[in-house]
């Protein structure tokens, strides 16, 4: 991680857990005005140009030799644990987690505070250690029963082990909360996705339409909504979603491959062959897109009498 991302995390680390913190970044730019307004006034430049001649306020005021040190300006200083705490939500690997694990292990936090710095280390765990992701987020929610992100992410794990009825559960506690805007859209997505692979089409378009209302610009929320309208045959609304969702992530095959698979599904192999080179491109090593390519390349050859019999005329 760079210096700019890291003090960028160290930043938003403090402006979550110290409000004296966050108050300092409402005070200084009013005492910063309030110091450059009275240098403005006690000290301003000699005007000699169009302007007009120099007045007596520009005139260099009489500087007294100095007879005493400065007294010296009192700092803040950040308490150890809560540079722990900065360090846990840095999010740099193995570092951030042992310094959450150094602030639980500590026990010089509590309440909310404690409940998040479980769910960090759940969350920087879920993908390598899902039980003891699953064990951090449970006791989260322990100290928090209501804390959104510990349910998100909970509920997260779950799905993986395709119990979407316990994700449900859930996901249906985060969204009816007077959750902050962001974690009620991973709510609504994830609740969306969980209808979804349960088939109840209608509800997954519900969540997901408002997911994407809170969040448009989230590429994966559009994968899921397409795939929704996909098993609904609203096959034009589809093709829009997984075109929205190349145009957020153009480096992710996915949207094309989902869109080659409508495009052959509606009888349109040429179109859908122009997708899966573009897939191919974006993956050249993926054995599944080259077999997919060259299976549709098989088949429009050999629906094209001018490639298959290049030395003969088309029939008439």
């Known amino acids: 991680m760079n210096i700019t991302a890291r003090i960028a995390a160290l930043h938003g680390a403090l402006w979550s857990i110290d409000p004296w913190y966050r108050w300092s970044w409402y005070a200084w730019p009013i005492a910063m005005a309030v110091l450059v307004t009275g240098w403005i006034l006690m000290s301003k430049p000699a005007n000699t140009g169009a302007w007009g001649s120099t007045g007596s306020w520009a005139k260099p005021i ?132 969980a209808h979804l692979r349960l088939k109840d089409y209608a509800k997954a378009l519900t969540d997901l339409n408002e997911a994407i209302r809170r969040q448009p610009n989230s590429s994966d929320y559009y994968l899921a909504r397409g795939e929704a309208q996909q098993a609904q045959e609203s096959y034009d609304a589809a093709l829009r979603d997984f075109d929205e969702f190349s145009k957020r992530a153009p480096k992710d095959p996915r949207g094309l491959l989902a869109r080659a698979v409508i495009l052959e599904t509606t009888g349109k192999p040429r179109d859908a062959l122009v997708a899966l080179e573009s897939a191919a491109t974006l993956v050249p090593d993926n054995d599944f897109v080259k077999s997919e390519r060259d299976r549709l390349r098989g088949q429009v050859n050999d629906k094209d009498p001018a490639k298959s019999n290049p030395g003969e005329p088309p029939p008439t």
Request: aromatic share 10%; with cysteine.
């Open 62 to 193: 009489a500087q007294k030799p100095a007879t005493s040190q400065a007294t010296p300006v009192k700092t803040t200083t950040i308490n150890p644990v809560d540079l722990e705490v900065m360090s846990c939500f840095a999010n740099r690997g193995e570092a951030s987690e042992s310094a959450c694990t150094r602030v639980i292990d500590g026990g010089k936090i509590s309440g909310s505070r404690l409940a998040s710095v479980y769910t960090q280390r759940g969350f920087m765990q879920r993908d390598k250690q899902p039980d003891s992701a699953m064990s951090d987020f449970n006791a989260a929610l322990k100290i928090q029963p209501d804390y959104a992100a510990a349910l998100n992410d909970r509920a997260w794990i779950y799905m993986t082990r395709g119990d979407y009825d316990a994700a449900l559960q859930d996901l249906n506690k985060s969204v009816g909360m007077p959750t902050p805007w962001g974690p009620a859209a991973v709510a609504y997505y994830y609740r969306g996705f």
